[in-house]
């Protein structure tokens, strides 16, 4: 393992909410020069889930992202505070956003999203024995569920038609494991 050369000299937090806090640090740079750094830390985990059906079906959830000022068509995803079991909060993704839940579970990934500048942790999960109940999205959600063959998500990955993170990652696992012949 490497040792850190970076040295802080101080933080300021600049914005706090219930969702993230922005620092601005002052720092030692690996050259032994001064400088500073802007730290996004967020305070959930970012949860995706890949429901996969026995016929090799999956499910999109598409909604308007705010911050990117577009549709995006994505994995059942959303945010589980770092308290809370992971598994958990991917099971309530999973139900709120598509009302699906289901008998068995695999992590399939953990990976940072933006380690430049933020501390974002995600964790993607295979879903399997799937059974349908009532989507309970939140009030901030308005959400389209589509049930598609995994290769018609895996087309629109590669064409660069879904560019979510979560999903890309998480769909281009599960065509490796396909093609190992572990799934």
């Not at 295979?126 to 049930?147: D, F, H, I, M, Y």
């Amino acid at each position: 393992m490497e040792d850190n050369p970076w040295q802080t000299l101080g933080v300021q937090t600049v914005y706090d909410n219930r969702w993230i806090r922005v620092e601005h640090r002052e720092v030692l740079h690996p050259g032994g020069g001064r400088g500073i750094y802007g730290l996004v830390h967020f305070k959930n985990r970012a949860i995706g889930v890949i429901p996969l059906e026995a016929d090799g079906s999956t499910y999109l959830v598409g909604q308007y992202r705010y911050a990117l000022g577009q549709y995006s068509w994505e994995l059942p995803e959303g945010g589980g505070p770092l308290e809370e079991d992971p598994l958990e909060a991917a099971r309530r993704e999973l139900r709120e956003e598509t009302g699906l839940e289901a008998d068995h579970w695999q992590l399939l990934l953990k990976m940072h999203l933006s380690n430049s500048v933020t501390d974002e942790v995600s964790l993607i999960y295979l879903a399997r024995g799937l059974r349908s109940g009532p989507a309970q999205p939140e009030e901030t959600e308005r959400l389209r569920v589509e049930r598609l063959p995994f290769e018609e998500v895996y087309r629109r990955v590669v064409a660069g038609e879904i560019t979510d993170a979560i999903t890309v990652a998480g769909v281009l696992r599960v065509q490796a494991l396909r093609l190992a012949g572990e799934l």
